[in-house]
Each structure stands twice: as C-alpha cells, then as structure tokens.
C-alpha cells in the first residue's frame, strides 16, 4: 500500500552517517483521539533546560552537511535548527494543529528533524535527491503561490512531480502539506552520525505512540531507511 521512499546514494557523500526512519500512516478508518496538550510545552521545557544531551553536537552535524551541498545554515537552517532557535529566543512556539504539534514535540525534544506530509498528495514514492535546478517547488512567497525552484546540488525531497521540501528539510512545500490528522500520511525523522541510535528508536516510538493517541485505530509502518549502495 505504501512505497518504500529512496535514498540517492549521492547523499553518502554529502553525509555519511545519515540514516532516517520512515513512518507511513492509514488514518483512513482512524478514530478521533487527543493529543496531550502538555507534549508541546514539556518539549519547549527540554530545549531551555538544554537537553538532549546530542543537541548540540547533532544539530552542527547537520549544520556542516548543509555547507557541504551549498546551503548557509546560519540563513536556513535545518528544520530542527529552526525550530529550537525559536524557543531559545521566545521560551515556546505557539500551536498550530494538532498533528504538527505533536511531529515539532518530538523535533524538539530529540533535535531531530521530522517532517510530515500528505501521502495522498504524493506522486508515487518520496524520493532524498540531489537537484538538476529544474524541478518546480510550490510555495507562497508575500501571500501569493509561486514557483521556487531548486539550486543545482541542492539536496531535496521530491516525487514524479517536483520537489516536496528544499534544502533537506529546511521549507515543505504546499502541495503535499499535512494539515489534518485523517487520510493517509508519511513522517520522516531524520539523524546524522552524533545522535544515538538509541535516541533516533526513542524518538520514532514517541511519534508513533503520539500516532495512536491521536488517531486511535490507525494502521502504522515503520521501517529504517538508507542511502542507496
């Protein structure tokens, strides 16, 4: 039912240690469940009180690998970078729905990038590139949608149809967003070689048990994922 996404063996290169876990979701018969409305705010409580203990160290990881494809991760930074830098500046991130709540706690709370998309948006399998330049990525720039392609050897996500997320997971794009907890849906968490293999199957338990709560009766498969040899 689910395509097993790809990893470009190129990405190898660019980080060696990268490994990801993805996790596919049928919430097409899923009950309505809750979120805990303190998963977001605990997680903030993590990142001020500095841990995990990786964060820093695999947040510069990532960091580096964004300089080695052509990215300034000072002006954009990974997706987990991003997030954390918030809360360090405002002491929390405000809410926004409850299945990106419970993806950015998991964020947070591991420094791990985790991106969630619209599988049924999706034209067949996700795909971990290196950009041409000519791919299309829809996005809104000053309230209007336009088109923001890719640089040459920009590392991205994409499908048969354009690009999903630019530079790794810095910005998704609109056309497979996650909006709402129904449907069918993929996330990926995302871990260079400084953070824990231990932590990375902490953090992908996390979501999938946030999963299940919000969406009782889901169908879930998980599965670890690697560059192409």
Known sequence: ???????????RSIAPGFRAMSVHVDATSAGEGILDPSLLAEACACVLA?????????????????????????????????????????????????????YNAISLKYAIPVGGENYDAYARRPFLTVADGTETFDTV?????????????????????????????????????LAA???????VLEALETMPDVALAEATDALVEGLKALMPGCMIVSQAIHAAE
């Open 141 to 177: 720039m000053n309230g209007e949608e336009i088109n923001d392609p890719p640089l040459l050897g920009e590392v991205i996500w994409r499908d048969d149809v354009g690009v999903t997320c630019r530079r790794w997971n810095w910005r998704q794009g609109t056309r497979t967003r």
């Open 181 to 187: 907890a129904k449907g069918r849906m993929w996330f």
């Open 50 to 102: 500095g841990d995990p203990a990786w964060a820093e160290p695999h947040l510069a990881s990532w960091s580096d690998a964004y300089v080695r494809f052509g990215a300034k991760p000072n002006r954009t930074p990974c997706s987990a970078q991003a997030l954390r830098k918030r809360v360090l500046k405002d002491g929390a991130i405000p809410p926004i729905n409850p299945i990106v709540d419970l």
């Open 1 to 11: 039912m689910f395509e097993t996404p790809v990893i470009d063996g190129r990405i």
